[in-house]
């Protein structure tokens, strides 16, 4: 489907809204429930209560077993915004990004190995099933400096009150202010959730494509250049790769002439059919309410997923190639890395509840069949693996304990003996201590495919690897009554696998340890004065390894409150900042951030300026961003760049406007 096809889907969706949709009546508002249920000709005989053309709408995510309301504060942009607050990105949106604090995949299986722009791509962990009373469609649209624009499109409804169809789309389109710096993504989740009318059988189906276009540079080949006066526009500070290339605001192009190119699709059908106590509640003399609680549960999960990873240049540089990658290639080669994955799985999983009026306390047993067929530079090969399943969970009916044990064991196939468990147990002391949680959960896992000699991505160093086993040992206190939150975290790794330079794979044979603890606080300056704070330290035992900096934190002050009824008001500063260390730098042929020796990155804290307003449903993004950038002896200019990795400098001063409306249809 192409960019215009896009559109009309959009169109066609947001039109649908005109059909009538009604809310479950089994999970609304009791009075819903009673309007839900009464005779058409009882309409005119019954009190209006004002909240009959409210929206009442909740969403939960794939695999949770809690609901949530859509959140519409305005202090925290980056609930907006594709990049936590927590990563750093090489110098403009859509371009590679990691989170500045140590992050470990912790995942058991196969893994292809490329995640470094993982945050722009819509996923079955992060898919929204809806439930809404109403038709609502969400559509929101950013604009910055460079002409970098996001567009996001939100529509769902219930077309019946047991079938809800949801729709999400996002493009992120941003030439860039250095050289050979395009991004053009485009993400497209459609999901939807079916119950049949006596409750026992309930379907899901998600489908998800994401398409990545990132133009990479390959670093600029001096940072001197950033303080060289003839170098102030940057699109002419040379870079590694990329030559020339023609400078487009055009979001409808993604032609990408040197960089990543990743495209990947999901498609899940799960449906499940329950055995259990069929139950009413009566709300009044003529209305009452069929329940059904279930006991035992039989479900099929089905999932056909495609991945394909690309580095492209249609214009190689051989000598760029012989001196970094130490690669040869002939003169203006079209060079091209590929790897392809169809994956195919069928998993088999028995419910019980224990408690027929607590659905949030079950135990699972399953067990799946994965194959897989990977794409190479030497031809295709085919894998599989069976592995089975294992989850119990208890939200106590008290509301005051919350238990999740889990865990996976690969029993044959490619990642035979890989393994992952996980618990974790939350305590609710009491209002004024808020809630307490512990966790602990280890992963032992093959290293990801990216350091097979198999994959047709550049290697070096390693022709085997050992199995990664990773320990992570975490607590959590969060006092809502003084909003407060403490976190730690303590991570243990054998054979912790690695690039260490361009191409370069290394496996760490000694354990290695990480401790991270981190507090979050909410401070009342005065009335309408707020003061957000998140600090975090960090330290590993060998960083030549696992570099880090050592202490990361973010401040928002904020003058925000609610003025003239409607108005909702946050306006104030923002600064990011972390100490001086040694950066990963990254490789573009290999699409992998590694570990260096050589430069120490020392930036200055990256301030913005923010004003957030919201109007009811509307709201309104006006941000000053890299303000620290600004030059008192270049006239004024904001050329003080910051180094997000070795020869990645950041954008200088960024402008950016957004628009959020939800709505009713």
């Known amino acids: 489907m192409d960019r215009y096809g896009y559109i009309g889907v959009i169109i066609l969706l947001c039109s649908s809204s005109k059909l009538q949709a009604q809310f479950n009546p089994v999970s609304g508002d009791p009075r819903t429930k009673q309007q839900a249920q009464r005779k058409p000709q009882d309409d005119s005989l019954q009190h209006r209560t004002g909240l009959e053309d409210s929206i009442s709408i909740t969403f939960r995510y794939f695999d949770a077993t809690r609901s949530q309301s859509l ?6 942009f980056t609930k907006r915004f594709p990049i936590p607050a927590q990563h750093i990105y090489l110098g403009n949106i859509g371009s590679a990004s990691r989170s500045i604090l140590f992050s470990p995949i912790m995942q058991a299986g196969w893994d292809a190995g490329f995640h470094t722009y993982d945050i722009y791509k819509h996923t079955i962990e992060g898919t929204r099933f809806y439930n809404a009373s109403r038709p609502y469609t969400h559509l929101g649209y950013m604009t910055g400096s460079g002409t970098e624009q996001i567009i996001n499109v939100l529509h769902t409804q219930n077309f019946k009150p047991n079938w809800n169809v949801a729709f999400d789309f996002r493009l992120i389109s941003s030439p860039g202010i250095f050289k050979s710096q395009k991004n053009t993504h485009s993400s497209i989740t459609i999901n939807s959730f079916f119950q049949s009318r006596n409750k026992r059988y309930s379907a899901y189906f998600i489908y998800i494509t994401n398409k990545i276009g990132a133009g990479e540079n390959g670093g600029i080949t001096n940072n001197a250049f950033l303080n060289d006066a003839r170098y102030s526009s940057r699109e002419l500070i040379p870079t590694r790769l990329g030559g020339d290339a023609a400078f487009s605001s055009n979001f409808f192009t993604s032609d990408i002439t040197t960089g990543a190119v990743q495209k990947t699709s999901n498609f899940l ?22 329940l059904f609680y279930a006991r035992l549960r039989f479900q099929h999960t089905f999932q ?20 970094y990658f130490q690669q040869t290639f ?27 009026k607590n659905q949030s306390q079950f135990l699972k047993l399953g067990a799946t069949l994965q194959t897989l067929e990977g794409g190479f530079t030497t031809g295709k090969k085919d894998y599989y693996n069976i592995y089975a399943l294992a989850e119990y969970r208890n939200k106590t009916r008290n509301q005051l304990w919350d238990m999740e044990a889990k865990g996976q064991l690969y ?10 468990a996980f618990a974790s147990l939350q305590r609710v ?85 990480v401790l991270r603890i981190g507090a979050s606080k909410k401070i009342k300056l005065s009335k309408y004065i707020f003061w957000y704070a998140d600090a975090y330290m960090q330290q590993a035992s060998n960083i030549k390894v696992v570099s880090l900096p050592l202490f990361f934190t973010r401040n928002r002050i904020a003058f925000e409150g609610t003025f003239f009824k409607n108005l909702n008001l946050s306006t104030g500063v923002e600064v990011k900042y972390y100490t001086p260390y040694k950066a990963y730098a990254y490789s573009p042929i290999n699409e992998q951030f590694y570990i260096q020796q050589n430069t120490i990155v020392s930036n200055r804290p990256e301030g913005s300026a923010f004003a957030h307003v919201a109007i009811k449903k509307f709201k309104v993004y006006v941000r000053f961003e890299n303000v620290n950038t600004l030059d008192f002896e270049r006239s004024f200019s904001f050329t003080k760049n910051n180094i997000a990795a070795p020869f990645y400098p950041n954008a200088g001063l960024i402008f950016r406007v957004g628009i959020n409306w939800g709505f009713v249809n």
Request: net charge negative.
């Open 269 to 290: 059908y799960r449906h499940q059919y329950d055995l259990g106590q069929k139950d009413s509640l009566r709300i009044n003399d003529s209305t009452t309410i069929k």
């Open 71 to 76: 959140d519409e504060s305005i202090n925290d």
């Open 330 to 356: 002939p003169k203006g080669s079209s060079i091209a890395f590929k790897d392809t994955w169809k994956e195919v799985s069928n998993e088999f999983s028995i419910l019980t509840y224990p408690d027929k």
């Open 411 to 420: 029993i044959n196939g490619l990642n035979a003996g890989d393994y992952q």
């Open 304 to 323: 056909y997923n495609t991945y394909s990873y690309a580095f492209v240049d249609k214009a190689a540089d051989s000598v760029i190639y012989h001196d």
């Open 429 to 513: 002391v009491s209002k004024k201590l808020g809630t307490l949680t512990v966790g602990f959960e280890n992963i032992n896992r093959t290293p990801s495919f990216i350091f097979n000699p198999q994959s047709s991505f550049i290697h070096g160093g390693l022709s085997s690897t050992n199995k990664e086993n990773i320990t992570h040992i975490f607590g959590v206190i969060d006092n809502t009554y003084i909003q407060l939150q403490l976190t730690g975290d303590y991570y243990l790794l054998s054979n912790y696998t690695y690039f260490d330079n361009l191409y370069n794979t290394q496996q760490e044979s000694s354990l290695l340890n």
